[in-house]
């Protein structure tokens, strides 16, 4: 009997990779607190400040105004929130170490990362229109295409950022610097109620502030994103991404 | 053989160092194909910084290794899949359960063994369903042993595969250790327990503060000085004078006589031959010779540096 004898080889890596999306996703759904930020902060701000006058709104139209910050919130929750708090836990338990010295090999956890926090993204934004669209969101779906660059964009810079925290601290202060950041930017970032109109320096300084306000200048009225914004956006994510890339540590 | 003629593992002066402290200096082996190596030290001899350098997870600050002929770092993404690895700890998803983590490492495989057999192999079958932080110190290493094992590899890195486990799993592992020589499996693992080392390696090399102390077979490490003690049970209170020329004799209780030195086979005969013609009355003679661990003992409590014993 041979149990043993070497066959080595790497399943085909369509198979490898959907495997680890799927344990990605997996092991998201199993964790309460990352289900929450996903899917219960957002749904709770959608439909309390978007259905009672709980906020002064700088508009009459609270769900075309509310909705669109939503689904800004939920992509930076998922990109850069849980993302940080994952990648800083699983960097210390050495998960990440132990995938990437397997078939998967590293850039396949990097991608299989990154396509789960896409379907996620996807999967929550769904869910979320849905429910707005249940409750009398009407958009305009004239403009969905700059509404997506801008939202791919957005993603991008924040789990740059998110990478970075994890790779320069230790878990606990990432989830704790992680939590923070997700609470301030959700008080001030002009998601229940109008952001600090600090021109288009807000813009950088508020991500979030920026990207649901393209969301609103493109689905509230279908028209098109402000060249600032596309700015801002495009260097929080170049810089981001960036400073990442030379800092990220597997172990 | 998969992979063309290569050693399994080739490492040629390989020098590791953290800032000041250089765990590895120049240190050279060889691992054949289907052989087991055992990497012994005490902790901090640079036995899992040498590993290190094996699995691909960082470059020597000088000297090379090669992995199945192929460079760990350079060729990482080829090798890997070639390679069963085994970390000293951690390295799987908390919140994951034993089954799904073993199924997970099993897909990535394209011919992986049947993860039921292994996980009823390593007695894991009833954590199946069980998150690996919850599973024991003991149960986690077996875990990690069955990903190393999943995808057959024709490589494996073992880190302390037995630490934390109980007897039982120590022994089933070393089973399963003998089982994957058996199948062709080559195999490279550090530990710091001397039988170990002794029932599972075809070469040990004993390392000491990032250098090799000494290499070889188990049996050679062990053999240098042939038969080092005889221990004689005769009439108590013989007068030894005769005997000491050449060797070293004591009687530590009475009727007890251990003799050591110059014991080759013509020693021996005189010896006893000195007993017969004292007229005592020989009731039993015993040997020993010196176990790994003596070797071990004395390689690694001295400062100096140790040529090697072969």
């Known amino acids: 009997m041979s149990t043993f004898a070497p066959a080595p080889g790497r399943a085909p890596m369509r198979v490898v990779l959907s495997r680890q999306i799927r344990m990605e996703l997996l092991l998201t759904a199993r964790r309460g607190e990352a289900v929450v930020l996903a899917m219960g902060v957002p749904l709770l701000v959608l439909l309390g400040a978007g259905l009672f006058d709980v906020t002064n709104l700088p508009t009459d139209d609270r769900l075309g105004w509310v909705v669109p910050g939503v689904l800004a919130l939920t992509v930076m929750s998922t990109a850069f929130t849980g993302q940080a708090i994952t990648t800083g836990y699983e960097r210390s338990y050495g998960v990440l170490k132990r995938l990437g010295a397997s078939p998967l090999t590293r850039p396949g956890l990097l991608l299989a990362k990154t396509a789960a926090v896409l379907v996620q993204i996807a999967v929550q934004v769904l869910v979320l229109a849905l429910v707005g669209l249940a409750v009398g969101w009407r958009p305009e779906a004239g403009a969905l295409l700059p509404a997506i660059g801008v939202t791919a964009l957005a993603a991008a810079g924040y789990s740059g950022l998110a990478l970075l925290l994890a790779s320069v601290l230790k878990p606990e202060t990432t989830t704790g610097a992680a939590t923070l950041i997700y609470v301030v930017m959700l008080s001030v970032g002009g998601i229940m109620f109008g952001a600090p109109d600090l021109g288009t320096a807000g813009w950088f300084l508020l991500p979030l502030a920026a990207h649901a306000q393209a969301l609103r200048e493109t689905l509230m009225h279908g028209g098109s994103v402000p060249l600032g914004i596309w700015l801002a956006l495009g260097t929080w994510a170049v810089v981001w991404l960036t400073a990442a890339a030379r800092t990220f540590k597997w172990e | 053989m998969i992979g063309g003629d290569a050693a399994a593992v080739e490492v040629r002066d390989v020098v590791v160092r953290y800032g000041e402290t250089t765990a590895v200096d120049r240190v050279s082996l060889t691992l054949p194909r289907g052989r087991v190596l055992a990497l012994l030290g005490h902790n901090g001899a640079g036995k899992t910084s040498l590993l290190q350098i094996c699995e691909g997870f960082r470059r020597p600050d000088d000297g090379r290794a090669r992995v199945l002929g192929l460079d760990p770092v350079g060729d990482h993404d080829e090798l890997m899949p070639r390679l069963g690895i085994m970390l000293q700890s951690g ?64 490589l494996v890195f073992l880190d302390e595969p037995t630490a934390g486990m109980d007897t039982e799993a120590r022994h089933t592992t070393w089973q399963l250790i003998e089982e994957l020589r058996a199948d062709g499996v080559s195999v490279l693992l550090t530990t710091h327990l001397l039988d170990e080392a002794e029932r599972l390696a075809d070469d040990v090399v004993i390392m000491r503060s990032g250098t090799v102390a000494a290499t070889g077979t188990p049996a050679e490490l062990t053999s240098a000085a042939a038969i080092d003690v005889l221990e004689v049970r005769a009439d108590p209170g013989l007068d030894l004078t005769g005997l000491r020329p050449g060797r070293s004799v004591a009687e530590p209780a009475p009727g007890q006589y251990t003799i050591s030195g110059g014991l080759d086979t013509a020693g021996l005969a005189e010896v006893l031959a000195w007993f017969a013609a004292s007229g005592a009355d020989v009731t039993a003679i015993n040997t020993r010779r010196r176990t790994l661990e003596d070797v071990y003992l004395a390689l690694t409590a001295t400062q100096t540096p140790v040529g090697a014993a072969q």
Not at chain 2, 91 to 110: D, H, K, N, Q
């Open chain 2, 91 to 154: 390295g799987v998803y908390p919140w994951a359960t034993a089954g799904e983590i073993l199924r997970l490492f099993a897909s990535f495989a394209a011919h992986p063994l049947d993860t039921d057999m292994l996980l009823d192999r390593l007695g894991l079958r009833r954590f199946e369903r069980t998150r690996f932080r919850r599973l024991s110190g003991g149960e986690q290493q077996r875990l990690s042993l069955a990903v190393a094992l999943v995808g057959r590899p024709e």
